[in-house]
């Protein structure tokens, strides 16, 4: 069964040569403020097939199994569907399938992620990174390392910039007790207005596990509620036409690309999951030659 072996690792090697790819394209650095919404979609598919490649290296580095590759019951695919502990919602589409990635990668337990937004509201601050020592991380240019989480695109259609008086001074904002805001560096903290784009503009929500926080109440934390879920399941139940993923985006290899679909497609429709087992027709001849070979 060596030929098994050969075809597992030739699709490993593209997903791993993605990550590279990913990586080189990194070094030709255009800041996302320069970036058209072509520019800005790519860099986010980029990003999240960088996400499923190293799940798939570090789940084989391991002895294991990219989650896709495993059959699931329903039951237990609604268990492990990742869902926003702030509101108790679960995720869907293909926000859900980089999540599950991710949380294989980093050993989580559950998939729970949240804005750093939401965790502040609840008491949370975002934790710099650690070593296997405990020692702080900083990136190349000295400043703090932070996980990188999970991106959600969206398309915005207005922007909140400081709002300025008819001098062109920006506006203080002020406390409850009308006394000038300042933010804990000793910086003005502004009025902020909202103000509508010109043309659409595709921007990010950036997701990050629970588990990357300190201090959140988690008396305030809710379950996941599949409520939403299971209603939408009825609905599809009662539409002719079959809505399924299309993650050709993402360019990954065929096999990935087909399972991570088929997954998908179960855990939107609410059945269980049956891994493909992926044969090459080379195994399929060897193992004939073999049969042949020993009933004779």
Do not use: C
Request: no cysteine; aromatic share 8%; charged share 30%.
């Amino acid at each position: 069964m060596a030929t098994k072996k050969s075809n597992t690792q030739t699709e490993q090697q593209v997903e791993v040569a993605n990550v590279a790819n990913t990586k080189e394209n990194a070094t030709k650095f255009k800041s996302w403020e320069n970036k058209n919404n072509f520019e800005r979609l790519e860099s986010i598919n980029s990003y999240n097939r960088m996400i499923v490649a190293t799940n798939i290296k570090q789940a084989r580095q391991n002895g294991n199994e990219p989650f896709y590759r495993k059959s699931m019951e329903i039951k237990d695919i609604d268990a492990t569907m990742p869902f926003n502990p702030s509101n108790g919602k679960p995720f869907g589409g293909e926000l859900s399938m980089v999540m599950r990635a991710d949380a294989q990668t980093r050993g989580y337990e559950s998939a729970e992620y949240i804005t750093m937004k939401q965790a502040n509201f609840l008491g949370g601050k975002l934790r710099q990174e650690q070593d296997e020592k405990g020692k702080l991380l900083f990136n190349e240019n000295g400043t703090k390392k932070y996980p990188n989480g999970v991106k959600s695109a969206y398309m915005a259609e207005f922007e909140y910039k400081p709002k300025t008086n008819e001098n062109g001074e920006i506006i203080q904002a002020k406390d409850k007790d009308g006394k000038p805001k300042f933010d804990n560096k000793g910086n003005i903290v502004p009025v902020m207005e909202k103000i509508a784009l010109k043309e659409p503009k595709l921007e990010t929500v950036t997701y990050y596990h629970i588990s990357a926080f300190d201090g959140i109440d988690n008396a305030k934390l809710q379950k996941r509620n599949m409520n939403v879920v299971n209603e939408y399941r009825k609905e599809l139940q009662g539409q002719q036409n079959d809505y399924r993923s299309n993650l050709s985006h993402l360019g990954l290899a065929p096999k990935t690309q087909k399972d991570l679909e088929n997954f998908l497609d179960s855990q939107t429709k609410g059945k269980d999951y049956q891994a493909i087992q992926h044969t090459n027709i080379r195994e399929v001849q060897n193992e004939l030659s073999q049969s042949q070979g020993r009933s004779f």
